[in-house]
């Protein structure tokens, strides 16, 4: 006589993990991580799409192929140098560095149009953090 081996069987402890069915709470979204310091640059929430996509890839005039997220807010980040529409990679916006507010960190680019503005910023420069509300302490 056989007995069939019960694969679903629960192995150990249950993990106890329940995932949101893609309902996220307001103000619970995963935050985004200088890859360097740690320092809390974005949200994931503040996710946006320019130009129909939120990802972009770019080469500069070096020749550095860049693949970009766009983000509506990065209350980490700080802007630095002259702003310039020199090279832009979006019609209409003039752009400048924009760098981790804690430690100095390139992280990409602040883009601005007289009536728009966002960041674009490396992938991979940021790393995904704990969940957390938006715009509390961090
Ligand atoms: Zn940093």
Not at 14 to 26: P, Y
Not at 106 to 134: N, Q, T
Request: net charge positive; hydrophobic share 45%; glycine share 18%.
């Amino acid at each position: 006589m056989l007995r069939a081996l019960d694969v679903r069987g629960p192995q150990g402890s249950s993990e106890g993990s329940r995932q949101a069915m893609g309902a996220v709470a307001k103000g619970d979204t995963p935050r985004l991580l200088c890859v360097v310091c740690g320092h809390w640059i974005t949200s994931a929430a503040d996710r946006i799409e320019v130009a129909g996509a939120h990802e972009h890839t770019f080469a500069n005039p070096h020749g550095f192929v860049f693949r970009i997220g766009c983000f509506g807010a990065a209350p980490g980040c700080s802007a630095v140098g002259v702003q310039t529409a020199q090279f832009s990679w979006f019609a209409g916006y003039a752009w400048r560095a924009a760098v981790c507010g804690k430690c100095g960190a390139h992280l990409g680019w602040g883009f601005a149009a007289p009536d728009h503005a966002f960041l674009g910023l490396i992938a991979g420069k940021l790393v995904d953090g704990p969940v957390g509300a938006r715009g509390g302490k961090g």
